[in-house]
């Protein structure tokens, strides 16, 4: 007969009550001392309420849970075994307390009387993640007590509440908020024994809850701008329509669309005929992509409003923040033709701006692939594309349709060719990286960005559209981008594509990994490959610091063989080095995961 595992019987009842309250998600990081966590997620999958997904890494298993959460808006469950296993958990937590996203780490460990001794594989797990969890338990060793399921049972619902930024009646804790969770569970031997679950219980819908209605007014009367940062959301945009306000929304924000948005803004707010007459700005979210935005918030003569639904931390930059708020409204807009020329300029000279920017960069592009040209050309005889042009562009038999009237003219038909030619082979620049990406995704589509330069290069021209981008901007660290992109992607079933750079890639290489068995998701990493951290290039000491020796400990050289890692980890690989061939692969990404490599300056 086998032996009976208090362990193994406390795991299942707090697994089931997980997915019971509607957990959908579980990673595991197999070990010894969490088998039974393990094989009891192996049984749930088997029954078909739970996504198992199972990693080597525990740092990337911990941002693929992140990922799931940020994405599906409800706890997922990360599992390790004891010792270094619950360290590599740090990176994914402090991310996810810092962005507000919910995360459920259960960690194994040795039971009290094997603390302290030099137990193997044991250390001090109880507050490992310091102050940034909402919840911490050191579960005692089950010791087969009748009561011990319906304790773990009770554990998985405060566990539950508490990721989600509730209390243990339910109701919404605006500090700190949704964020991460630790659960240490002393385990003691024997750790596991056969799992064989006959029925599961009904699960529960998980509704994440509704933000509050209502709010303080903001008036009218002030020039103000809304400011919208890293999970700000679409309520940001809502309200400076509603207030009639210039929008200045990153990327990351949520809220980069609508009629009011200002994608220029770096360049107005250093404007004095903009930036200096702003009397007001509110902010939504937290701004992380200029030095320009908390800038204007540390003005004395600039009245700062902070809007932040929930969270430890007020954003404050040099402590000159006039009002915290947790929930703003507008007042009714100023109607006044002042106001709308205040709304007016913004929007039209952002705009101009913009267009002229990108027709500047056009030109320069489409001269250099010319002059080229022309440096190579035979100057006797046509080259081999003028030929290709003169016979796209000849007469047309007399059974063709009729030529339009403005291509009546050879030499304007050839010209027009020539045009096209030289966009399709275009070289690639960040910022065209950058547009071609923003232009291949649609709302239905999932966009994840990663910390590195690109980031900023879309910053600065993508323009308004609603389309949902994820990012860990909690933190802007590049760590399990990979992993976390991964998680979006699996839990949205949408076409996911990740603008990552080439070190923000190799720092989560062991996330290129999937688990055996697993369904493979629409993912496409588009990997802007500089060889290194261009992006330190704008520090200052860069002027004045040895090359070489700033090559070496800040630009990271590399030259990894990017194809070849691809092959390693059964990814689909491809090369684009114009507009031409990044736009094919953009368009109609190969199925599964797939890597496409942008080679950049």
Not at 314 to 331: D, K, L, Q
């Amino acid at each position: 007969m086998a032996e009976a595992s208090p362990a193994g019987d406390a795991c299942l009842a707090l697994l089931t009550e997980f997915v019971r309250l509607g957990i959908r998600d579980i990673v595991i990081a197999p070990g010894s001392r969490s088998q039974a966590l393990a094989l009891v997620a192996a049984e749930l999958e088997r029954h078909g309420v739970v996504r198992l997904h199972v990693r080597i890494d525990e740092r990337s298993a911990a941002f693929l849970a992140l990922g799931l959460a940020l994405e599906s808006g409800r706890p997922a469950i990360v599992v390790t075994t004891s010792g270094t296993a619950v360290a590599n958990l740090h990176p994914a937590v402090l991310e996810a307390h810092h962005s507000g996203v919910p995360l459920i780490a259960l960690t194994a460990d040795r039971p009290e009387e094997l603390r302290g001794i030099r137990s193997n594989q044991t250390t001090v797990q109880p507050g490992v993640f310091a102050g940034a969890v909402r919840l911490e338990r050191d579960v005692p060793a089950p010791e087969g007590d009748p009561g011990e399921g319906e304790r773990m049972r009770e554990l998985a619902r405060i566990a539950v509440l508490a990721a989600s930024g509730c209390d243990d009646d339910g109701a919404r804790v605006p500090h700190p908020g949704p964020g991460p969770v630790h659960l240490n569970l002393q385990l003691r031997e024997p750790l596991s024994a056969a799992v064989r679950i006959e029925q599961v219980p009904a699960a529960e819908p998980f509704t994440p809850l509704p933000e509050p209605a209502g709010g303080t007014v903001v008036p009218a009367g002030t020039p103000t701008i809304v400011v919208a940062g890293a999970g700000a959301g679409p309520g940001a945009e809502e309200f400076a329509r509603a207030g009639g306000w210039p929008l200045i929304a990153e990327v990351v924000s949520g809220a980069h669309f609508g009629p009011n948005l200002v994608v220029a803004y770096r360049e107005l707010l250093a404007d004095p005929d903009f930036g200096g007459a702003v009397g007001r700005v509110v902010v939504f979210g937290i701004p992380t992509l200029s030095r320009e935005v908390p800038a204007l918030i540390g003005r004395p003569e600039v009245e700062a409003i902070v809007v932040a639904p929930s969270g430890i931390e007020w954003y404050n930059p040099a402590h000159r923040v006039a009002r915290f708020e947790r929930r703003v409204v507008a007042g009714p807009a100023d109607g006044t033709p002042e106001a709308r020329a205040w709304l007016g300029r913004w929007v039209m000279t952002s705009r101009r701006m913009l267009e002229l920017a990108e027709a500047e960069g056009d030109a320069a592009e489409t001269a250099d692939i010319e002059t080229a040209d022309a440096e190579g050309a035979d100057t006797e005889a046509a080259a081999p594309e003028d030929a290709e042009l003169a016979a796209s562009t000849a007469p047309a038999a007399s059974t063709a349709p009729e030529t339009p009237a403005a291509f009546d003219d050879y030499a304007a038909r050839r010209d027009y060719m020539r045009r096209n030619l030289a966009e399709l082979r275009r070289p690639i620049t960040r910022a065209g990286l950058a547009r071609a990406v923003w232009a291949a995704s649609w709302p239905h589509d999932r966009l994840v960005l990663g910390a590195s330069r690109l980031v900023r290069e879309l910053d600065r021209v993508a323009v308004g559209k609603r389309i949902e981008v994820r990012a860990n901007r909690g933190l802007s660290g590049i760590d399990g981008t990979v992993s976390t992109a991964l998680g979006v992607a699996i839990a949205s079933g949408a076409v996911t594509r990740a603008l990552i750079g080439d070190l923000t890639l190799l720092h989560d290489v062991g996330g290129l990994l999937l688990g055996e068995g697993e369904a493979v998701p629409r993912l496409q990493l588009v990997v802007g490959n500089d060889h290194g951290g261009t992006i330190f290039d704008s520090l200052e000491v860069a002027a004045s610091a040895d090359p070489a020796a700033f090559r070496r400990v800040q630009s990271t050289p590399q030259a990894v063989d990017l194809a070849a890692l691809a092959s390693a980890y059964g990814w689909a690989y491809a090369r684009a080095t114009t507009r031409g061939e990044l736009d094919g692969l953009l368009t109609a990404p190969a199925p599964g995961v797939s890597i496409v490599e942008v080679p950049l300056d």
